[in-house]
């Protein structure tokens, strides 16, 4: 059976999920064999690979640990999907586990100080921290849990203690003590302050020149503690995934979009043109002049308008799809929103272990190591 | 609190014996999972058959899905979550005669691996293109 022709009309109608004011249409993939009589769809991996496109938006190399977004064009909403939910809960990263307290007298509890901890992204070597191994849960077996190795656990100190500064009781006396940083030491506690302890391997893998662990950001304030109080504890960062505690995902976001169009089906002219334009955010909707030419595709009764300013979609990439312009009756079945169902805008912001372009290639590769796992298991359980 | 001599009862931290995963490429340091198992569940024949997969969710129930329903000789492929707390997916598959399910369920398997790879390649190819034009 021979697949008929499908006209070019046709197959933009298909790829498009309408947006109207109230309500939206067409939001399921029809892309399935049978579904349209006489169509192939069947999967074919030489046609995904000529019409699946990746295009750059913004990259994180230049300036490392920032926003990445790019677009998947020409993919499935559920694979496209899969990349988004591997990014916020399948990519392991280290994070503080466990907390020795050998002293606290702050006046932030153990544990409420533990939690702190535990949420600071930490960074370092990240090709060292890839390599790490998750350290074994407690099972019956072994009811302690796995013993923490060089290559399963980060060893990290915090021992910070607040004292008076010098000339301290000086100011006291005077009735100048109102900037306290000149009378007080360390009664701030940062992520700074930690320090990390290379054990084994580590020396050699979390070096000075290749990368030692440390905090992201070295201004987040774990604490406040005033003179004669201490901090003074050991932390063991281990590997996790975001789908055990949030403080193991990779990303602060990941997230997509799809694209957005503008149909504009019969001409916007004069001062309706500017209140159009006003309906989206800025440099989505230009103005341009409206020609005989326009004027004679639009139909009967334009060509008086001929000279005016007509608005033209300048940039739907930047559109919200607020659907402002639908709430006016002077468009009214003048336009169309609608948003593009196989273009995925992506965006990926690390939370600095890993670059966020790399981290979608690690969400790729999670999810071709699961179709790999399951096809041994297959051939090694059922027959 | 009574000041303690920091480490007195710790002990020592062992250094682990080999690495294991030298390249860091390894599938279970990248899932973290070891212990996945994959059952079929009774009523099951050659054309329709459930299989419950452990420890997986949406991420690979509905892209497998996708890719199952892309093959012509399927009539119907489904998944669910049957309880939020039980960490298991089942997923439904029901060929025309000439086939059986557990060959819909590896060429999905086989079909989305291969779209991985194409994903891979045109990423770090447009990655690569993009820092280039910035520099």
Redesign the interface.
């Known amino acids: 059976m021979a697949p008929e022709p499908v006209s070019a009309e046709e197959l933009y109608r298909r790829k498009i999920v309408g947006v109207n004011d109230r309500t939206v249409t067409h939001v399921s993939?029809t892309?399935?064999?049978?579904h349209y009589p006489g169509e192939?769809?069947?999967?074919d991996?030489e046609e995904?690979?000529n019409s699946?496109?990746?295009?750059?938006h913004k990259?994180a190399?230049?300036k490392p640990h920032e926003l990445t977004t790019?677009s998947?064009i020409g993919?499935?909403a559920?694979?496209a999907?899969?990349f988004r939910?591997?990014l916020l809960?399948?990519?392991?990263t280290i994070a503080i586990e466990d907390v020795?307290v050998?002293?606290?007298?702050s006046i932030i509890q153990d544990e409420v100080l533990a939690h702190r901890l535990g949420l600071i992204p930490l960074t370092g070597n990240y090709?060292a921290i890839?390599?790490m191994?998750?350290k074994r849960p407690p099972t019956d077996a072994e009811p302690e849990g796995q013993?923490?190795?060089?290559?399963?656990?980060i060893?990290l100190n915090l021992?910070i203690a607040c004292e008076w500064a010098e000339g301290a009781k000086k100011l006291l006396e005077k009735h100048q003590a109102d900037d306290i940083d000149k009378l007080y030491v360390n009664h701030n506690v940062y992520a700074n302050d930690i320090i990390f302890t290379p054990?084994?391997?580590q020396i050699n893998e979390f070096s000075e020149e290749k990368g030692p662990i440390r905090p992201v950001s070295p201004e987040i304030l774990i604490a406040k503690m005033r003179p004669g109080q201490e901090i003074?504890l050991?932390m063991h960062a281990r590997?996790?995934?975001g789908g055990d505690h949030a403080k193991f995902s990779p990303v602060a976001t990941a997230s997509y979009r799809l694209m957005p169009t503008i149909d504009i089906v019969k001409p916007i002219l004069g001062d309706d043109a500017r209140k159009f334009a006003r309906c989206f955010p800025k440099h989505v909707i230009g103005l341009e002049q409206f020609t005989e030419d326009d004027a004679a595709k639009a139909g009967d009764g334009y060509e008086e308008h001929v000279g005016e300013k007509k608005a033209v979609v300048k940039n739907a990439f930047n559109d919200t799809v607020s659907r402002e312009c639908l709430r006016h009756p002077e468009f009214q079945d003048k336009v169309k929103l609608g948003r593009v169902r196989d273009h995925f805008i992506f965006s990926v912001e690390t939370t600095g272990q890993y670059p966020s372009?790399e981290l979608?290639?690690?969400s790729?590769?999670?999810?071709?190591?699961?179709?790999?796992?399951?096809?041994r298991?297959?051939a090694n359980?059922?027959? | 609190?009574a000041?303690?001599v920091?480490?007195t009862q710790?002990e020592t931290?062992?250094?682990?014996p080999g690495?294991?995963?030298?390249?860091?490429?390894d599938?279970d340091?990248?899932?973290?999972r070891e212990d996945?198992?994959?059952r079929?569940l009774p009523g099951a024949s050659d054309t329709a058959a459930s299989f419950e997969?452990e420890h997986?969710?949406?991420?690979?129930g509905?892209?497998?899905?996708?890719?199952i329903?892309?093959?012509?000789e399927v009539e119907l492929c489904g998944y669910s979550i049957p309880h939020p707390a039980e960490d298991k997916m089942n997923l439904r598959i029901q060929t025309y005669e000439g086939t059986t399910v557990?060959e819909a369920?590896?060429k999905g398997?086989?079909?989305?691996?291969?779209?991985?790879?194409?994903?891979?390649e045109?990423?770090?190819?447009?990655?690569d293109?993009?820092?280039e034009r910035?520099?």
């Open positions: 993939s892309n399935f064999p049978g192939n769809h069947a999967w991996l995904f690979r699946f496109q990746v295009q750059f990259s190399a230049t790019f998947l993919i499935d559920s694979i999907n899969a939910r591997i809960a399948e990519i392991p020795f050998h002293n606290n007298t090709a890839m390599a191994d998750f013993k923490p190795t060089d290559q399963n656990t060893l021992k054990i084994g391997r003074n050991e590997k996790g995934r372009d979608f290639i690690m790729v590769r999670a999810l071709a190591a699961k179709t790999n796992k399951i096809r298991h297959l359980v059922l027959r | 609190m000041t303690q920091p480490g710790d931290m062992p250094d682990a690495n294991e995963n030298a390249d860091g490429q599938e340091t990248i899932i973290g996945l198992v994959v079929v997969i997986e969710d949406h991420t690979l509905n892209s497998l899905r996708y890719m329903m892309k093959n012509p557990y369920l590896e398997l086989d079909d989305l691996k291969d779209l991985c790879d194409v994903v891979l045109k990423f770090e190819a447009a990655r293109d993009y820092n910035q520099l």
